[in-house]
């Protein structure tokens, strides 16, 4: 069982930047492939960002050129960068990590962009 914890959700001003991380509880780098999700109220989880235990990156549409997913397998830890935020980013954030057998998610952090 792989736990996922998110950090760094909070309230920010359109245009601000975040930074979130989601902590793994095990070894994550040569098994799992990372994603972040987002559910907005109302509305359905809708994929953000992934990243192949290769390290080959994939975005949604609505956020190409402003966040960005990377992953440090020593910590064993994935992380989104969000820069220029509108307030239509704002949700609930989860983290996902997926194997040929297993599929895991986070708790989800709160990310609320108004000003």
């Known amino acids: 069982q792989v736990h996922l914890v998110e950090s760094g959700g909070g309230l920010v001003q359109p245009g601000g930047s975040l930074r979130l991380s989601c902590a793994a509880s095990?070894?994550?780098?040569?098994?799992?492939?990372m994603g972040w999700y987002r559910q907005a109220p109302g509305n359905q989880r809708e994929p953000v960002a992934f990243?192949?235990?290769?390290?080959?990156?994939n975005y949604a549409d609505s956020v190409k050129g402003r966040f960005s997913i990377s992953r440090d397998n020593a910590k064993n830890t994935v992380y989104l960068q969000m820069n220029s935020l509108k307030p239509e980013d704002t949700a609930v954030y989860y983290c996902?990590?997926?194997?040929?057998?297993?599929?895991?998610w986070g708790q989800g952090t709160q990310v609320t962009v108004s000003s």
């Open positions: 095990e070894i994550i780098s040569s098994s799992y492939h």
């Open positions: 996902n990590a997926v194997s040929v057998t297993h599929n895991y």
């Open positions: 990243i192949t235990s290769g390290g080959i990156t």
